[in-house]
T-cell receptor
Framework: KAGVTQTPRYLIKTRGQQVTLSCSPI?????VSWYQQTPGQGLQFLFE???????NKGNFPGRFSGRQFSNSRSEMNVSTLELGDSALYLC?????????????FGPGTRLTVT | GQQLNQSPQSMFIQEGEDVSMNCTSS?????WLWYKQDPGEGPVLLIA?????ELTSNGRLTAQFGITRKDSFLNISASIPSDVGIYFC????????????????FGKGTHLIIQP
């Protein structure tokens, strides 16, 4: 089985712009979670989607949003980018939310905001 | 938000030595996970623990779910060069809304460096 794929792998944006990141889960996995990883804060949970519905949300401002499509692929969007949004954004998939303790991560998208 | 206290932050060891790291929390978790992350990659799941007191092995790796549900440890025996990387613990609570679980809470990581 192919693993979790994320596109793009690297992205450079300027402050004030918006960005959309994409995640394709492992085939058969229907739950997708997003995390932000920075050197200072480590790995922090953004949100989780299942059946095109957001099930859980971390403590991030409303500029961070996401969605899930009927084929389980997910996108996250960050509007009005700030320098502090520079991070590695990781997507993780699992079969269902009930099995989502076994989350499998993609390689991440490295976002740099200048 | 919630934090897991992971220690040590870094370890410099000789090849062949055993390694031990742990995570503690002030909150109870229902699941403990251990991941390894290599540079430029996402975390890779090593071991998942589901019951308090559970001891689970995966090759040279052994992890335990603390009896209080507030801690976990990971041991690596007879370390080899490819064990180099950052190891993360992660905990998961049962959510309050309709049976779904919250997202994972991660420790800050243990950076393992092995000297040949």
């Amino acid at each position: 089985k192919a693993g979790v794929t994320q596109t793009p792998r690297y992205l450079i944006k300027t402050r004030g712009q918006q960005v959309t990141l994409s995640c394709s889960p492992i085939s058969g996995h229907r739950s997708v979670s997003w995390y932000q990883q920075t050197p200072g804060q480590g790995l922090q949970f953004l949100f989780e989607y299942f059946s095109e519905t957001q099930r859980n949300k971390g403590n991030f401002p409303g500029r961070f949003s996401g969605r899930q499509f009927s084929n389980s692929r997910s996108e996250m969007n960050v509007s009005t980018l700030e320098l502090g949004d520079s991070a590695l954004y990781l997507c993780a998939s699992s079969e269902t939310p009930q099995s989502s303790y076994e989350q499998y991560f993609g390689p991440g998208t490295r976002l740099t905001v200048t | 938000g919630q934090q897991l206290n992971q220690s040590p932050q870094s370890m410099f060891i000789q090849e062949g030595e055993d390694v031990s790291m742990n995570c503690t929390s002030s909150s109870i978790f229902n699941t403990w996970l251990w991941y390894k992350q290599d540079p430029g990659e996402g975390p890779v799941l090593l071991i998942a623990l589901y019951k308090a007191g559970e001891l689970t092995s995966n090759g040279r790796l052994t992890a335990q779910f603390g009896i209080t549900r507030k801690d976990s440890f990971l041991n690596i025996s007879a370390s080899i060069p490819s064990d180099v990387g950052i190891y993360f613990c992660a905990g998961r609570r049962r959510g309050n809304s309709g049976g779904g679980a919250d997202g994972l809470t991660f420790g800050k990581g243990t950076h393992l460096i092995i000297q040949p």
